[in-house]
């Protein structure tokens, strides 16, 4: 360290390293996205244990029923929404190539809004087919 860069104010310093005005934003996201999984998990492993000597028709209908339904769409966004935040820091941490950083961020988006998607469309289809 030199000694004009001792003398600056650590403000100065500080300025144009990005900004540190969503950081706490992310982290609450990502933590409010873990305790829903967290208390999610347990109910889907029942549900999934539950329909292991079940027929086509029983899974079905068991999916088709609205609470497990809702359930399983809070369950699926969250996970994808909860992947995207954690790949997100991931990228931001290890990527140092500013346009393969972008291009990597683009591809998570695109894959993790795509999941929720087809997740949101064949829970849709089970539940309005049923």
Known sequence: MSSQDR???PLARARGLGSAKHGTQHFILQRVSAVILALL???LLWLLITLIPADY???RSTLAHPVNAVLLL???LALFWHSRLGLQVVIEDYVH???L???AQILVLFACSLGALVSLVAIGRI???A
Request: aromatic residues 14%; glycine residues 10%; neutral net charge.
């Open 7 to 9: 003398l600056r104010d």
């Open 97 to 99: 190539h500013h346009g």
């Open 57 to 59: 028709a029983t899974v």
């Open 127 to 129: 539940v309005f087919a």
């Open 74 to 76: 809070s369950f699926l």
């Open 101 to 103: 950083g972008t291009i």
């Open 41 to 43: 998990t347990p109910w």
